[in-house]
Structures are given as structure tokens and as C-alpha cells.
């Protein structure tokens, strides 16, 4: 194959598979990320359920509504109704204090309830 006809396979390629792949982040893309970071993934029409898991590191709940786009909470847990977070009409997710995330994420999956909802 001379060196032109490969360059036009590898660009065909890559489009065909760009172009077959789903787009969009799975429900474990955004665990580890905080809230700040994947704010604008989360579609704004979907019902969105975010549980406080502070106490499975020893705090106390302190999480409210006004800090969803607040570094200071990382996602531990998730679960979407979609195969992708930016296509789901109900998202639930689980935070910490993100001082508390040391990559961890054994133990978090029982603080979202995910009741007919895909992690």
C-alpha cells in the first residue's frame, strides 16, 4: 500500500469509528471527579438525586443543592438511566468532601439506591 492510499485508510478508520462509538460518559466516568468538573455533563431537564455519603468517612452531612457546582464534593458513586450520563432523565450520584477521596472506590456503591438505573 503506498504511503498516500494508508493515510487515506487510517483517516477513514478513525471517522468510522468516531462516527460508531457513543458519545457521552458512562455513570463510572464521572466517580472520582468532582462535582465542578462534570457539572455541565449532567443534562439540565434531568431529575437528579445526589446523596450526601459524608458519613462513610466519618463526617457529617453538609451537602445542599447550592454546591452542585462545587469542587469541594467528588462524586464516589453513580448510577444513570441511560447508558450515558448527557442521555439519562434521572441521574442519582453519591459525594464526599473531596478531601476525603483518596481514589478509593470500594465501599461507596451501597450509598446510591440505583433502583432500575444503570451504574
Same mark, same amino acid.
Given at each position: 500500500?503506498?504511503?498516500? &492510499?494508508?493515510?487515506?485508510?487510517?483517516?477513514?478508520?478513525?471517522?468510522?469509528?468516531?462516527?460508531?462509538?457513543?458519545?457521552?460518559?458512562?455513570?463510572?466516568?464521572?466517580?472520582?471527579?468532582?462535582? &465542578?468538573? *462534570?457539572? %455541565?455533563?449532567?443534562?439540565?431537564?434531568?431529575?437528579?438525586? *445526589? #446523596?450526601? /455519603?459524608?458519613?462513610?468517612?466519618?463526617?457529617?452531612?453538609?451537602?445542599?443543592?447550592? #454546591?452542585? %457546582? &462545587?469542587? +469541594?464534593?467528588?462524586?464516589?458513586?453513580? $448510577? &444513570?438511566?441511560?447508558?450515558?450520563? =448527557? /442521555?439519562?432523565?434521572?441521574? %442519582?450520584?453519591? *459525594?464526599?468532601?473531596?478531601? =476525603?477521596?483518596?481514589? %478509593?472506590? =470500594?465501599?461507596?456503591? #451501597?450509598? *446510591?439506591? $440505583?433502583?432500575? +438505573?444503570?451504574?
Amino acid at each position: 500500500m503506498s504511503r498516500p &492510499s494508508a493515510a487515506c485508510w487510517i483517516a477513514i478508520t478513525l471517522a468510522t469509528m468516531t462516527a460508531c462509538s457513543t458519545p457521552g460518559h458512562s455513570p463510572n466516568d464521572v466517580v472520582g471527579k468532582t462535582l &465542578s468538573a *462534570v457539572n %455541565e455533563t449532567f443534562p439540565d431537564d434531568a431529575l437528579f438525586l *445526589v #446523596q450526601d /455519603a459524608s458519613a462513610a468517612v466519618g463526617r457529617q452531612a453538609t451537602y445542599n443543592s447550592s #454546591q452542585l %457546582e &462545587s469542587d +469541594l464534593w467528588t462524586i464516589v458513586a453513580a $448510577c &444513570s438511566s441511560a447508558p450515558t450520563v =448527557e /442521555a439519562s432523565e434521572t441521574i %442519582e450520584i453519591a *459525594v464526599i468532601p473531596t478531601d =476525603e477521596w483518596h481514589g %478509593e472506590q =470500594e465501599g461507596f456503591y #451501597q450509598t *446510591v439506591a $440505583c433502583e432500575g +438505573l444503570k451504574r
